[in-house]
């Protein structure tokens, strides 16, 4: 499935075919004859002994990549009712300059039916430590998040018989099949909870009865292919065709590990902070509005449009922290109203995700800025868009669109398309991986057929681009990829008359200070503006850290750093000396 990695970065390269399957093929259920329905009456306890434990092997065309164990701890009182309890470890292998080792424990609680009654999650991947706490009652999860060290609270609404999704949690979905066991002839549909994303989607399956396979087939709407046993008990093997990826049950026993408590940090008491929520439509976007101590209103105000990927208000995704908290408390002390959110879908923002475009991220930005310039302790004239990645792009359209904007910073903006910088990332795995120029430039081109489709309005996809792209390129990422691919940054920066801080990290593997600010200076200069700055950091990367290397790469980021402090001072000063009346 696509990866959407922070400030555009997007994995798209195929891996090679699925390597051949041991043992004889041998078909099933085609024999004309459907297998004995199961009972559906069944708990936890049916399933499973207390103390039985269940391992999976994960392999990528053949070769080990990760291991997960589910363990039964037996049936607890969990809120004046029964539940029953489940460990869980994930322990996946690094990838060579995208992902360092990540390990995961889990402790699950779910009713009778598999319910999730409560689940805990302690993630370590690489430096960057997060825990998520979920309590499930009715239609109410109430989630506890700790991320670089920052406490969290916040609810979610959900539907009812939700069952748990956790990534390369297997067993979790033995759980679920085992106790509601797929049908022999049509579809079976479930709603799932992902704990990466906080939201409910459908999820269904249907028996394939000629799968030439050991056991009990299904396909399900994940692209996977999913072989049971024959009394649809236990999940025997797990198949994503399109990349290479095979689960294996496994009867040897799998490493066990524990972690230490993440550290919490004590919140700041520099300055005082608001709980806000914006609506427009159907969204409604959470945030937090923070004073400094000295001064009176009104206040020079910022707002902080975050790069791709959902992140929370305070810069964290999926267990990364980008340093959004360091640069927004910074601007905060120094004297700056700053106004910060979580983006649509994350932390407590809520509203529709399924065929979400950059036009309605923009529509997300264009609120919280009206908000800001309404406020009553908001000087006016002197409010300050800064846009990271993506909102890099964001935030000229909004300075255009409202020339009362004082002035606004391009953090690692894109001076191109994004299909084009997509493109060059892909390159750069390429290389990494040490694929032959010809085998590059084979693989860039279906690359590049493959995003042109996704950007368009075909139905169709190419014939002659592998199955494993198309599959990355879901239909969900289809809207937001072809309203990108509409977007000329240079053209609206040219329309920008507010003075202009571009800000670049030379290390940056993501954005190119050659091809992007320079891009973006040019057109900057084309258009006869004269009031912008750039300013490019030799040793930083994408996230505005240090880097040791010559390079930056995607384990960089889960490395624990701070955002430099050459940086925050020089983004500092400059909004000192620019959220003024426009002259």
């Known amino acids: 499935m696509l990866s959407r990695y922070l400030g555009l970065f997007l994995l798209l390269v195929p891996c090679p075919p699925l390597a051949a399957q041991d043992g004889a093929a041998v078909a099933v259920a085609g024999q004309g004859q459907l297998p004995a329905e199961p009972s559906a009456d069944l708990t936890p306890a049916d399933l499973y002994e207390v103390g039985e434990e269940a391992g999976w092997v994960i392999e990528q065309n053949g070769k080990w990549v990760g291991e997960n164990w589910f363990r039964y701890e037996g049936a607890a009182e969990m809120g004046g009712q029964k539940a029953h309890h489940f460990t869980a470890g994930i322990r996946l292998s690094a990838m060579e300059n995208l992902m360092p080792e990540s390990r995961f424990l889990m402790d699950l609680w779910v009713d009778e039916k598999g319910h999730p009654v409560r689940h805990l999650l302690h993630a370590r991947q690489g430096d960057v430590d997060s825990v998520l706490d979920l309590s499930f009652s009715g239609t109410t999860c109430v989630a506890h998040l700790v991320q670089g060290g920052v406490p969290r609270d916040f609810d979610v609404t959900v539907p009812e018989d939700i069952f748990i999704q ?85 009867d040897e026993p799998l490493e066990h590990f524990e972690f230490d408590e993440p550290r919490v940090v004590e919140e700041t008491s520099e300055f005082d902070s608001e709980e806000v929520l914006i609506e427009h439509g159907e969204v409604s976007l959470a945030g937090t509005i923070t004073r400094p101590l000295q001064g009176e209103p009104p206040f020079p105000a910022v707002f902080f449009v975050s790069g791709s990927g959902m992140q929370d208000r305070d810069g964290r995704s999926s267990g990364l922290e980008v340093g959004t908290r360091e640069i927004l408390d910074r601007l905060t002390s120094d004297g700056f109203l700053v106004l910060r959110v979580d983006d649509r879908g994350a932390g407590a923002s809520t509203g529709p995700l399924d065929g979400m475009t950059f036009d309605d991220l923009v529509a997300d930005a264009r609120a919280c800025m009206n908000y800001l310039f309404e406020r009553e302790d908001v000087d006016p004239s002197r409010v300050a868009l800064i846009g990271h990645s993506e909102g890099g792009q964001t935030v000229p359209l909004l300075a255009v669109e409202k020339p009362e904007v004082a002035c606004i910073v391009l953090m690692a903006a894109p001076g191109r398309n994004l299909l084009e910088i997509m493109l060059e990332q892909n390159a750069t795995v390429l290389e990494d991986q040490g694929v032959s120029p010809e085998e590059q430039e084979v693989t860039l081109e279906q690359v590049r057929r493959a995003l042109a489709w996704a950007a368009s309005d075909e139905v169709e996809a190419p014939s002659d681009v592998p199955e494993g792209l198309i599959a990355n390129l879901s239909s969900s990422m289809r809207p937001w990829l ?102």
């Open 482 to 583: 072809a309203s990108h691919a509409r977007q000329d940054p240079l053209a609206v920066i040219k329309r920008v008359r507010c003075p202009v801080l571009i800000l670049q990290g030379a290390k940056d593997f993501q954005v190119s200070a050659d091809r992007d600010a320079q891009a973006l200076v040019a057109a900057l200069e084309e258009s006869g503006q004269t009031e912008f700055e750039v300013v490019v950091f030799p040793e930083l990367d994408h996230l505005f850290k240090p880097v040791a290397g010559e390079v930056s790469r995607l384990p960089d980021y889960y490395t624990k750093r701070a955002v430099d402090e050459e940086f925050l001072s020089t983004l500092s000063a400059w909004l000192a000396g620019h959220s003024q009346p426009m002259r």
């Open 166 to 250: 956790q990534n390369n949690a297997i067993g979790y979905f033995e759980l679920l099949l085992g106790l509601h066991p797929p049908s022999a002839s049509g579809s079976d549909s479930y709603t799932l909870f992902s704990t990466n994303v906080l939201t409910a989607f459908p999820y269904e399956v249907h028996h394939d009865p000629d799968a030439e396979q050991h056991g009990f087939v299904i396909e399900d709407s994940l692209g996977e292919t999913i072989v049971m046993d024959e009394e649809r008990r236990k999940l025997r093997r797990l198949l994503v065709k399109p990349q290479g990826i095979v689960i294996r049950r496994t």
